[in-house]
């Protein structure tokens, strides 16, 4: 067959971020979504007119969505992005596109600035690395931090932002495309005002700011706040009076968007509910905040680097810290996520779908070519089971993961 290669995946169940299309199909060419029909009947007439110029593939009445884009995940398959190597990246990156995850920001811990320079290197060194998800770029996440809010971050760590230390990181690297921090602290807004400079990303985590101070925040061009309900700020009284923080901010902040650790652990159905409600599906952004034992089995493994890193013990579908009292992370997949919205919490297809897809592309700046099923996009493409297992990966048209009979090419 000459020209470009196409693809058409049909006979499945095309979820998008706004319908649901039984008996729709998608047509791939190269890298590229090229066509979008919505029942049998013009996917048949398509065909028709074009006999033998399309691979076909059967998706045999499976979910057909678009790949999951993870805005924040450490690590899975035994690595983690601060192990510092290349291969400690791409076997993250690929242990996560098995399981649909076809975008992905690499996620960083507060440690030491040597730590996180060999972070910076590898990932340099790595992102050109053929198999894996689209690197959409670093998300540092801290060190700057509140102490009271530092959850199973290292607090040995944890400081206040310092302009020669983060200036001295930002030219050090063009790959950062997020960065979480606390920002009540000292310099923390003339920080975001660089990272907007900079066309970066500020998002609001491990906080004790009080509602005003992030409203602030919000202002100086945070947009994001990190893994909603942990490691922030809530209603508290101070001299008798109640004072509202961060998670109250961003209920009354309509433009911020929300991460939520949709693991079936961090948070209960009831509070993944209570998100969709206040801040709709375009709003809410599910996450992995995957460690390195994502689709590992039961133990004890690193925190961070594998080499000095924190212990975490897994049981139970989560990582906990060694002495039980708090989750350390989560060891979740995509199709995890998917499956916790729609089964557990009681999403809608197509609002779990924006939530897994667009929400995240649209909260980093990729909805022009990520997040959907439309002509023109990048050919990121998941089926999943009606169990929500996965099936096909596609990521930007070359096969992750091979199904009904898919050739890797």
Known sequence: M?????????????????LVLPGGAVLVEDSRIAAVFPDERETRTWVEARPGAVEILDARG???????????????????????????????????LEHGTTSILPTTLASSRPALDACLSAFRRAKGEPGCPDFLGLHLEGPYFSQAQRGAQDPAHIRDPDPAEYLS?????DDIARWTLAPELPGALDMAAELVRRGILPSIGHSD????????????????????????STVKRVGGYRVPGVLEAAWLLDGLYVELIADGRHLPPSLLRLARKIKGPDRCCLVTYAMRAAGLPDGTYPLGAKDGGQSAVVREGVAWIPDGTAFAGSVATAERLFATAVRDAGFPLAEAASMWTLAPARAIGAEGRKGSLAPGKDADI?????????????SRGRTARPAYGAAVG
Not at 3 to 18: E, K
């Open 2 to 18: 000459s020209g470009p290669r196409r693809v058409l995946i049909r006979g499945g169940i095309l979820v998008t971020p706004s």
């Open 169 to 173: 990181i930002l030219d050090s690297s």
């Open 209 to 232: 700011a009080t509602l005003e101070e992030t409203f602030r925040a919000f202002d100086a061009g945070f947009t994001l706040v990190t893994h909603l309900y942990s490691a922030m």
């Open 382 to 394: 998941v089926t999943l089971s009606p169990e929500f297992e996965t099936r096909l990966v596609l």
């Open 62 to 96: 499976d979910y057909v969505l678009p790949g999951f884009l993870d805005l924040h995940c450490h690590g899975g398959g035994g690595f983690d992005f601060m192990d510092g190597d290349p291969e400690s990246v791409v076997g993250t990156a690929r242990s996560h």
